[in-house]
């Protein structure tokens, strides 16, 4: 079984820029293709971006393609969420997921493994 541990968040200007890591053990990470989704107080956890096994396919969601970058770095078992442009409204706790599957999926049901979250905080 995989284990999730997020970094990388904290507070910045609208406009700025955060880089998320999501560092994983317990398991072969190139098992598991990785999603990103986040979580905005008193609203449902919605899908940032996912990608599969080995990076070479990746999807954003609309709120965020351009701006947001996901990769992942196998030979260090981790994935990263490159944000730029923040905007008051990408405020939220972010989490990384993960599907034993080598496809990606948008889909919350589908991922097995969490994170516990870091906070994003975006001033206006």
């Known amino acids: 079984q995989v284990q999730l541990v997020e970094s990388g968040g904290g507070l910045v200007q609208a406009g700025g820029s955060l880089r998320l890591s999501c560092a994983a053990s317990g398991d072969t990470f190139s098992s598991y293709s990785m999603g990103w989704f986040r979580q905005a107080p008193g609203k449902e956890r919605e899908f940032v971006a996912s990608?599969?096994?080995?990076?070479?396919?990746?999807y954003h969601a609309n709120s965020v393609r351009g701006r947001f970058t996901i990769s992942r770095d196998n030979a260090k078992s981790t994935m990263y969420l490159q944000m730029n442009g923040l905007r008051p409204e990408d405020t939220a706790v972010y989490y990384c997921?993960?599907?034993?599957?080598?496809?990606?999926?948008?889909?919350?049901?589908?991922?097995?493994?969490w994170g516990q979250g870091t906070q994003v905080t975006v001033s206006s």
């Open positions: 990608i599969n096994w080995n990076g070479g396919s990746v």
């Open positions: 997921a993960a599907r034993y599957a080598s496809g990606l999926s948008i889909t919350r049901s589908d991922y097995t493994h």
